[in-house]
């Protein structure tokens, strides 16, 4: 860290990682705290040493490929780096241009002639190149779910401000050629990223290093979830459960709506069961006898249980409580009766302003239903869409610093207070509202707004956020099903309608059928893309712009995206942007090239557009009833030939949090085109290890299945784009038929393979 003194202000510069600064600045009085810092959100991995030369104007910071020079009388930050297109230049002033007092500030970037912005969130659906745009960073009920102060460039840098106020960024509307972020309180305070290359996947990923990494979910998250019509009970509950294993359609999770309270929509802490709907008996034992519930019919079909929650509740206390910070007395007792409560989209009262509970974890409130079955919780209708001006939380903070933030602490600490008191199995947690930093604790949907276009819009500005684990409520049409099948993860919304697959058309019924083996069958895929997520900040889904930065053309692209490495998903808008490569219908083998427009016709049966890129490998398995069924030996490799492509398959035990601390297991693919219709493949041994964990002796409903790391695979492989016409490993001929070849699982044993395939 750097302390340094200008004319009539401080800066403090913090080098967190090779091409990653923090400015922070002060009128000379104390360096203001955003909540984001205060509470661990944003995380910094170090605070490194670099070099500084200063002079009577100026001082200057290098580190690695970058540096910064703070201009002492203009108050003018200057970063260049090697991935830097030009030099960027960012002015901080006061409030409205004036001098800067502590008191918020603004910050001043001119623009390149061609510069393109990204980011931002789920502020506004319908935009994702941001230049000439507006951005209001407030979260408000169905209009803006998730804003995100976080902007990249296509110049190669991007920028992230610590702050939770409501915020407006214009970014070259009001001239073009200059980016203007305002923030209305607080101190100066935001990182700027530059990494070595300049790419905006690359920003993407190092932005991740301070906002953190996104969460490998359960694997029962990445097949697909049912959500229950608001007026089921137990016995409808559970038939529709065998419906699903009757009908051969996978599911995984089925989602309980307020109805399942004894009050629905209850705001309190004292959240009961509906007595008439689902019965659990009062006198057993900490609820928990497996037997005499619906859960134990429920974990018999293999089904995980997701609970709907609303609650009023200041979870600042608690988050002051685990810093050591001061608290108001507890005993004081605050009044909100009469405070302005702002909802736009709710007209009627149905909310109250009132703090329930504030002086222990909200969890606690929840253990008894945990103990009941619940596997994950869907946050919906709190007081983090509602706008509360008058409310002091955790007695010292008003709601215009908290509203964004809010959303964030609640997540977190229903994570990992599940986590701790499952003995570290993985919390699933969903969410419709997002701030900086959610994807390390929980999923989200796009909010109350269907399944349509729009919320693709929101998906692609969460993936330049680094946010991945994203989806919406699927709408039951075949374009609906075709995106929300190939979303990272599966949301079928029943909410007030009869919307179960047998009771739409057979037609209807069979495309559910077919999209939801078809996501079981790609579940290594998906679930390694997931790891990815986790390792490098690369987001399943990726937007256009994000992957070809060079073709302005791709700028506002919206129904095209990749999904992972491999495949090309156009969604709802049939007239089809192709990227650069070569491309395979994965649904008729058709191949088409890239960088052309095409008006796509939709195979019968399908409700949209899947492209696999040639020089790709898609892992496989057979598609099961629920994705816990099996822990698969056996894998499909599908070989998509043209060009060179890696593929590591990443597995884990998909319970617990063991994969942090590196139980995990990997093989690695490699794929290389040699020309003149050869290509080979290299498939390496298995490294890792992982086990199951058995949850505490005083825990419930424990889960116990462990596993080992299990005996090594065997694998298919299957050319689909060419026709084989021989293939060796090792030096040995393999059989071949209808272009594929087994790879047997003593053959794997022996160590890495290396095959020589020759191509008809």
């Known amino acids: 860290m750097y302390l340094f003194q200008t004319p009539n202000s401080q800066f403090q510069i913090r080098i967190i990682a090779p091409g990653i600064f923090r400015v922070m600045m002060s009128d000379g009085g104390k360096f203001l705290e955003s909540l984001l810092s205060r509470y661990h959100i944003l995380e910094e991995p170090g605070d490194l040493e670099g070099t500084v030369e200063e002079s009577a104007q100026q001082i200057q910071v290098q580190y690695a490929h970058a540096s910064l020079c703070v201009d ?90 610590n702050s939770t106020y409501p915020q407006t960024y214009d970014m070259g509307a009001a001239d073009k050629d200059l980016m203007v972020l305002d923030v209305p309180k607080g101190g100066v305070d935001f990182y700027v990223f530059l990494p070595q290359s300049g790419r905006i996947v690359d920003n993407v990923c190092l932005s991740t290093t301070v906002t953190g990494r996104p969460m490998v979910m359960p694997k029962s998250f990445y ?55 689902f019965r659990i008996n009062e006198w057993q034992p900490q609820n928990t006898s497996d037997e005499q519930t619906f859960y134990n019919a429920l974990k018999n079909m293999g089904f995980k249980l997701s609970l709907w929650l609303c609650i009023n509740y200041d979870f600042l206390w608690e988050e002051e409580r685990r810093i050591g910070g001061e608290t108001p007395d507890p005993n004081v007792t605050y009044s909100f009766e009469g405070a302005k409560i702002l909802d736009t989209h709710f007209t009627n009262a149905v909310y109250i302003d009132e703090i329930t509970k504030r002086d222990e974890p909200w969890f606690e409130h929840l253990k008894r239903f945990v103990d009941n079955g619940a596997s994950a919780f869907k946050l919906d209708a709190c007081t983090q869409v509602l706008h509360h001006p008058d409310r002091l939380w955790g007695g010292k903070y008003l709601d215009d610093e908290v509203h964004n933030v809010y959303p964030v602490l609640y997540a977190r600490q229903m994570k990992e207070d599940f986590e701790a008191y499952t003995n570290g199995r993985r919390a699933l947690i969903y969410t419709p509202c997002i701030y900086a930093g959610m994807q390390k604790y929980a999923a989200s949907w796009a909010g109350d707004t269907g399944g349509g276009f729009d919320t693709v819009i929101a998906m692609l500005n969460f993936a330049f956020c680094g946010h991945t684990n994203v989806t919406c409520d699927m709408d039951p049409t075949p374009a609906g099903l075709h995106y929300g099948f190939f979303s990272p993860w599966v949301q079928y919304m029943g909410w007030n309608n009869w919307l179960q697959p047998w009771f739409l058309t057979e037609e209807m019924e069979q495309m559910v059928r077919e999209y939801s083996k078809l996501r079981s069958a790609l579940f290594p895929y998906i679930y390694s893309m997931a790891h990815v997520a986790h390792q490098t900040g690369l987001p399943i889904v990726r937007p256009l712009p994000m992957m070809y930065p060079d073709n302005p053309a791709y700028d506002d692209v919206k129904n095209v995206y990749l999904f992972g490495d491999a495949f090309l998903v156009g969604v709802f808008d049939m007239n089809l942007t192709l990227p650069k490569g070569e491309w395979i219908d994965y649904f008729t083998g058709e191949t ?11 195979p019968a049966g399908h409700g949209g557009a899947l492209f696999v890129r040639a020089g790709s490998i898609v892992v496989k398995m057979a598609p099961q009833p629920w994705i816990e069924k099996i822990q698969p030996t056996h894998y499909d490799v599908e070989l998509f030939v043209g060009a060179d492509a890696d593929f590591t398959l990443w597995d884990d035990d998909g319970l617990t949090n063991d994969y942090l601390d590196g139980q995990i297991v990997s093989t690695a693919f490699v794929l ?43 694998f298919t492989v299957k050319v689909c784009n060419r026709h084989i016409a021989s293939v060796r490993c090792n030096g040995e001929t393999l059989d071949v038929q209808d272009d594929s070849f087994f790879v047997p699982a003593e053959k794997h044993a022996a160590g890495t393979l290396s095959f020589e395939i020759k191509l008809a």
């Open 672 to 714: 290389r085109d040699q020309g003149a219709g050869c290509c080979t493949l290299q498939i390496g041994e298995r490294q890792g290890s992982y086990a199951g964990r058995r949850r505490a002796p005083d825990a419930q409903n424990s889960e116990p299945v462990v596993h080992g790391m299990g005996p090594v695979e065997s």
């Open 223 to 277: 097949g697909m979830t049912f959500v229950m019509n608001e007026m089921t009970d137990q016995r409808a509950m559970l038939y529709d459960c065998k419906e699903f294993r009757r009908e051969d359609i996978p599911c995984d999770m089925i989602g309980l709506e307020p109805q399942w309270m004894s009050k629905p929509y209850d705001f309190t802490t004292e959240k009961t069961w509906s007595p008439e709907r």
């Open 592 to 602: 088409y090239d890239g960088e052309q427009s095409l008006t796509y016709q939709i």
């Open 72 to 161: 002492k009388t203009q108050h003018t930050v200057t970063f260049t780096s090697t991935g830097l297109q030009a030099p960027l230049c960012v002015k901080i002033e006061g409030v409205n241009g004036g001098v800067y007092h502590n008191n918020g500030y603004r910050l001043q970037i001119p623009l390149e002639e061609n510069e393109r912005l990204y980011g931002i969130g789920d502020e506004a659906r319908q935009h994702i190149a941001r230049r000439g745009t507006v951005a209001q960073l407030n979260m408000i009920n169905i209009r803006a779910y998730g804003p995100i102060p976080y902007v990249l460039s296509s110049n190669g840098y991007s920028i992230l401000v």
